[in-house]
Structures are given as structure tokens and as C-alpha cells.
């Protein structure tokens, strides 16, 4: 198999994808391709769409790979799908914010944060997948614990947790995670593809 075989199984791949492709994956379909040469290919690829004006490119999100669309075609998508923008609300943003920063932490803590019930807001953010719980503090009640999911990653465009900016002392006052995501972009979990940016989101709430 030479290169460019290679180049355009990765390719499909990824175009069939509706959630993104790790390295590992990609070698484990391939069998006999390097990591590095894996990466190399895609960046390869990339530079084709984007010297040819390509509507999509390729992302690095969640741990792998994903062909998404660019989020300046967004009304369009949407008007495709018929469907309203998949946003957060501010209660919603917030209290992903704490528990992306505080991970892992109890209901009881993220209340005491925000100073108000957020029993709703977590149910909400479960169902959308975005947290989960991890286990139960070992303490009086022993109260659930709330993390992050890969989902989380890739609802954001971030490669992991690591790509979150530094915080101060973390306040509700002091939100520059939900300012981040206005920046970021929002991927259709439907479709696999970008169809709106948060600031969209901010503006609506």
C-alpha cells in the first residue's frame, strides 16, 4: 500500500465518522502505519483542502481527529437540518465551568459556588452527556462526584482538559472558562459537523 492509498483511506475514514478518530484507531485499521506518518498524512491533507478553498478541514478534538465544516456555513447547515442552535444556557455554562475546573466535585460544592440549586442544570448536562458522575466522596452521605466527559472535549474543540486557560482562585465572579467558549466552536452531535460558534450562544441567552 503506498502513500497516497494511505492517504485516501484516512481520508475517508474520517469523512465517515460522526465522532473523532484517534491515531490508534487509524493504525489498527491500517495495520501497518506509524503514528507519526498518520499524523503527517493528515496534516498533508489539510493543506490540500485549505490550497483548494475547502468548506471543511480537519480538527484535532476530544483525543482524535474530525472533519468539520466551517463554522462561517452554519446558517445554512442549520437551515438544512431544520433545527434550532444546540446552545447552553448561562446557568448551564457556569456550572460546566466549575465542574471543568473543580473536577471531581460534589452537587454540594458546585451549589456553594454558584448559591443556587443546581439539581436541574446537572440533570440537564448529563442528559446533553457533557458530565457524568465518577464515583462517591468518601465523606458523611458519600455525595457523587461530577466529571467532565470526552463529549465535553469535543461539544468544545479542545484536545483535553489541558487546553482549558488558567484561573485564579475560581469564583463564579471569575468565569473565563464560559468567556473561552464563546471563542470556541460548538459541533452538531447529530451530524458530526460545526454549526455554530458559542458566541452565538451568548448573544441568544
Known amino acids: 500500500m503506498d502513500r497516497e492509498e494511505r492517504k485516501r483511506i484516512i481520508e475517508a475514514l474520517l469523512f465517515v465518522s460522526d465522532k ?5 484507531t487509524i493504525k489498527d485499521v491500517l495495520k501497518d502505519i506509524e503514528p507519526a506518518d498518520a499524523r503527517a498524512i493528515i496534516t498533508e ?12 478541514s480537519i480538527k484535532e478534538i ?3 481527529f474530525q472533519m468539520l ?3 462561517v456555513f452554519s446558517r445554512w447547515i442549520a437551515a438544512l437540518y431544520r433545527r434550532g442552535p444546540d446552545k447552553l444556557t448561562g446557568p448551564s455554562l457556569e456550572t460546566l465551568a466549575i465542574i471543568a475546573y473543580k473536577q471531581p466535585i460534589t452537587r454540594t460544592d458546585i451549589e456553594a459556588i454558584r448559591g443556587v440549586n443546581v439539581d436541574g442544570v446537572l440533570s ?9 458522575t465518577k464515583g ?13 466527559t470526552n463529549q465535553f472535549l469535543q461539544h468544545f474543540g479542545l484536545r483535553s482538559l489541558e487546553e482549558l486557560p488558567n484561573l485564579k482562585e475560581f469564583q463564579e465572579s471569575d468565569l473565563d472558562f464560559v468567556k473561552e467558549a464563546q471563542k470556541a466552536q460548538v459541533i452538531n452531535k447529530e451530524t458530526g459537523e460545526i454549526v455554530h460558534g458559542p458566541e452565538e450562544v451568548a448573544k441568544k441567552d
Open 69 to 71: 465544516t466551517d463554522p
Open 124 to 132: 440537564t448536562l448529563e442528559q446533553r452527556e457533557l458530565i457524568k
Open 62 to 64: 476530544a483525543g482524535g
Open 45 to 56: 491533507l489539510n493543506s490540500e483542502y485549505s490550497a483548494s478553498g475547502r468548506s471543511f
Open 20 to 24: 473523532p478518530v484517534s491515531i490508534d
Open 136 to 148: 462517591r466522596l468518601d465523606a458523611p452521605g458519600r455525595p457523587m462526584l461530577y466529571v467532565t
